[in-house]
Structures are given as C-alpha cells and as structure tokens.
C-alpha cells in the first residue's frame, strides 16, 4: 500500500525558509523510474507543480521558482524534502507530495496535505 | 508555460452524461491527466495519458484527445461525483488547469 504524508511548520514569517518533508511508504526512490513531486494549492493560483526528484537525483524544478526551491531525498529513510527560500505570503497554500512511478508523469499517489501560511 | 483552460463550472443530474474539456495552449501529445478532488482531500487520479483508466476508477470515467484538445467523459454520474476535476499536462514541463467543479442538480 502506497502512502504519502507531508510535514511542515504549519506557519512561519514572511522572509523565512520553508522547509517541508514527504515521508512515503509502500515504494523505493531507490527503484529505477520512481519520483516524488511537490505541488502546492492555493485558492487564487489552483494546483501549481513545484519540483520533482527521481530515482537517481535528478531534479526538476518550476523555472518560475526554481531559484527559491531545493528538493532532496533520502532514500534510506524513505523521505523526500523541499525548501523554500524567501517566503511571501503569497506562498501560503496547501502543500502537497505525490509520486509519480511512470514515464507519462502523471502523480498516481498524492498525500493528504500540510497547509502553510506566511503571515507576520 | 502551457496554459491549460477548462470551463469553471457544470451542473447535471444524476445519471446523465456530462463531459469536461481541457485546452491546451499548444500541443501536448497524449501526455494529459485527469484528477478529481473532493473539498478537504487531495487530488485523486482518474485518467492517464489522455484515455487510460487508472486502476480502481469506475469505468463510468474516461477520457479522449489528443494534441490540444482532450474531454474527461462521466458516463452516468452519479451523485458522489460532485468534485472539481483537474486536467494537467506533462508534455511540457508539468502544468494544471484551473479545475471545472461539477455540481449535481
């Protein structure tokens, strides 16, 4: 069974890092072809993909945000991670991880979501 | 970016056929997904790769298109298939449509 959950400070501050983890069971980012992606939502921007991180690192980031964005797993630990630079409160939304294990990229298993808001 | 546009909203009545469209601002192969999400849950996947039905969803759910142009058919709905439906692309870097909610009469 595949299980996705995110994490995350549920709040912080505009200017701080936001940095969430994506904790999954049920598959190896260790397998040939796998990926975890992070998408967010926000009511005025609906489902924006952020960044992707395949089985053997390859990463893959929204060119809009790309110079605010790391994405990092560990592979070990079956954990996948995001970080965010510089937060406005235009990032506030709904964060989600999900994997995508075909060539088509298509997300087949999403976790439930971490809401964050950026307020002062 | 690829811009993918759907219409904002439907309504039908149970057990008739409602279809949902999804443009694309250039060409994307068959590289079109279809999700459905639920207010309070994350995104469910329904159809991937424009027509192919994702292991679990009622075949009353499937999808067409191909290029610019793709449907996601609900063939009857059914009350529970009030949601909004998301299509997204993967041709071209990874983008979603705005999400057409579907409200049943």
């Known amino acids: 069974q595949v299980t996705l959950k995110e994490s995350g400070p549920g709040i912080l501050q505009p200017s701080q890092t936001l940095s969430l983890t994506c904790s999954f069971s049920g598959f190896s980012l260790s397998t040939y072809g796998m990926c975890v992606g992070w998408i967010r939502q926000s009511s005025g921007k609906g489902l924006e993909w952020l960044a992707n991180?395949?089985?053997?690192?390859?990463?893959y980031y929204n060119p809009s945000l790309k110079n605010r964005l790391t994405i990092s797993k560990d592979t070990s630990n079956n954990q996948a991670f995001l970080k965010i630079t510089n937060m406005d409160t235009a990032d506030t939304a709904t964060y989600y991880c999900a994997r995508d294990s075909s060539y088509m990229d298509y997300f087949d298993y999403w976790g439930q979501g971490v809401m964050v808001t950026v307020s002062s | 970016d690829t811009v993918l546009t759907q219409s904002p909203a439907l309504a039908v009545s149970p057990g008739e056929r409602v279809t949902i469209s999804c443009r694309a601002s250039?060409?994307?192969?068959?590289?079109m997904h279809w999700y459905q999400q639920k207010p309070g849950q994350q995104p469910k996947l329904l159809i991937y790769?424009?027509?192919n039905l994702e292991s679990g969803v009622p075949a009353r759910f499937s999808g067409s298109g191909s290029g610019t142009d793709f449907t996601l058919t609900i063939d009857p709905v059914e009350a529970n298939d009030t949601a909004t439906y998301f299509c997204q692309q993967s041709w071209n870097e990874y983008t979603f449509g705005a999400g057409t909610k579907l409200e049943l009469k």
């Open positions: 790769g424009a027509s």
């Open positions: 991180i395949w089985w053997n690192d390859d990463k």
């Open positions: 250039e060409s994307v192969s068959t590289r």
